[in-house]
């Protein structure tokens, strides 16, 4: 009897213990079934579609409805579809379950790795959407998103291009005319920052304002981009 007894408290601990991430949370398995962008995706749920919505970060447009194909969104993507699709995943639901969209909202594992931080380190997305109480992994992610700036890698790659409500191409622009074609631009240090034609990060600025000349700019409180 006393075997019989043992024998079922261990393989109760091994059940819950195959539960259990390597940050010791708990999960429940899904199938990817298709990766929508950098941080969403579709699985197969015990038998049910499901969308999901990765927590805390996000990730540079590449299917957005009113706006444009974002630097390093197909990079992210691309990097979700070689990572997660067609794969077994472990979904660690956020607190509060879903988004008003409707879509789950979780940490994804996979292979012991969470592939949110997986996307700050590489430079793909940034840390976003902070809303209680779906904030368990906030510090971490932050710290992980310093040593990427710190490293210029993926999005801080590019010279004011994230900002505190998005990435630059979220930002509404003015266009260049004949005369003047120095683009002017605010980044989210309150940075007033110029971009000149031959400019390394010209092409991908959205200007808030134009000036005709450096002097111009100079004048109005800007400095020429480091690059």
């Given at each position: ?17 195959a539960t259990e991430t390597g940050q010791n949370s708990k999960t429940i398995s899904a199938e990817v079934t298709k ?193």
């Amino acid at each position: 009897m006393k075997n019989i007894t043992f024998l079922l408290i261990l393989l109760f601990f091994m059940s819950a213990c195959a539960t259990e991430t390597g940050q010791n949370s708990k999960t429940i398995s899904a199938e990817v079934t298709k990766v929508v962008d950098g941080d969403t995706i579709k699985v197969s749920l015990d038998g049910k579609a499901e969308t999901v919505r990765l927590l805390l970060v996000d990730t540079p447009e590449t299917k957005h409805p009113s706006k444009p194909v974002q630097p390093f969104g197909p990079e992210a993507s691309s990097f979700a579809e070689e990572t997660l699709e067609g794969e077994e995943i472990d979904l660690e639901i956020g607190i509060s379950e879903r988004d008003k969209y409707g879509r789950l909202l979780a940490y994804v594992w996979i292979d012991e790795k969470m592939f949110n931080e997986m996307l700050l380190e590489k430079g793909l997305a940034r840390v976003a959407y902070i809303y209680q109480p779906n904030v368990k992994y906030l510090e971490d992610f932050q710290s992980l998103q310093r040593t990427a700036q710190k490293e210029g890698v993926g999005i801080w790659s590019i010279e004011d291009y994230v900002r505190e409500d998005g990435f630059q191409g979220e930002a509404p622009s003015v266009q260049p005319n004949e005369e003047c074609k120095i683009k002017g631009n605010i980044n989210s240090k309150g940075e007033k920052i110029y971009h000149v034609q031959d400019g390394a990060y010209y092409d991908i600025t959205k200007a808030e304002e134009m000036f005709c000349s450096e002097e111009d700019a100079k004048a109005a409180g800007f400095r020429p981009s480091s690059r």
